[in-house]
């Protein structure tokens, strides 16, 4: 399956986080969301081939890099208290995920 | 732009007894449709998918869905709720060909006993 870790972090504001995705094997699509608390999850971008080739409305301070043995990270920089908030990796097999997307437990990530 | 609503934000309802969580949508082009699923501190399972032909879909655990393109609906139905499907139902849409889901806000069915 899909794994992330950590599974919980606390950082302060203004600092950097690195979160880790592991895909299922043979996977080349990864895609990585927010959710904040009693809220949807909202997409943030898509890596496809090691190239983000999709993104949603969140700033550059939110970037990733995908590798070539079915690992990912999502960075953010200057930590705001509002990006509080649960952060899903999804891969898939696909160009367009969207058909069989498999998510991951998530990492929790608290900003104070 | 995409959006999805689901217009409750909780449904209890007594265990055997049926239920339907509703989604709309919106959207101005062909789409794919989504349920997912999500447990106390776990990530989303899908739950079942409307991709192209028929427009019920079900899933292995009793849950269907119905496509209605006319009222751009989706909504999630089970005859006989079990204690075990309290969770968190979220309904996401896809334009076909697009990157990214779209989620709802979310439902949490609540199964009383």
């Known amino acids: 399956g899909v794994t992330q870790s950590p599974t919980h972090l606390i950082k302060t504001r203004g600092q950097q986080v690195t979160l880790r995705c592991s895909s299922q094997?043979?996977?080349?699509?990864v895609s990585w969301y927010q959710q904040a608390l009693g809220q949807g999850p909202q997409f943030i971008f898509q890596y496809y081939r090691e190239e983000e080739n999709g993104r949603g409305n969140f700033p550059p301070r939110f970037s990733g890099l995908q590798f070539p043995n079915d690992s990912s990270e999502l960075n953010v920089n200057a930590l705001e208290l509002d990006d509080s908030a649960l952060y899903l990796c999804?891969?898939?097999?696909?160009?367009?995920?969207?058909?069989?997307?498999?998510f991951g437990q998530g990492t929790r990530l608290t900003v104070v | 732009a995409q959006s999805v609503t689901q217009l409750d934000s909780q449904v209890p309802v007594f265990e055997e007894a049926p239920v339907e969580l509703r989604c709309n949508y919106s959207?101005?082009?062909?789409?794919?449709l989504f349920w997912y699923v999500q447990y106390p501190n776990q990530g989303l399972q899908l739950l079942l998918k409307?991709?192209?032909?028929?427009?019920l879909v079900e899933s292995i655990n009793g849950f269907e869905a119905e496509f209605n393109k006319s009222q751009t609906s989706f909504h999630l139905r089970k005859p006989s709720v079990h204690i075990s499907d309290t969770a968190e139902y979220f309904c996401a849409v896809s334009d076909v060909g697009a990157d990214g889901l779209t989620f709802g806000k979310g439902t949490h069915l609540i199964i009383q006993p």
């Open positions: 999804a891969s898939s097999k696909d160009r367009i995920m969207n058909t069989e997307a498999f």
């Open positions: 409307y991709l192209s032909g028929s427009t």
């Open positions: 094997s043979g996977h080349n699509t």
């Open positions: 959207s101005s082009v062909s789409v794919y």
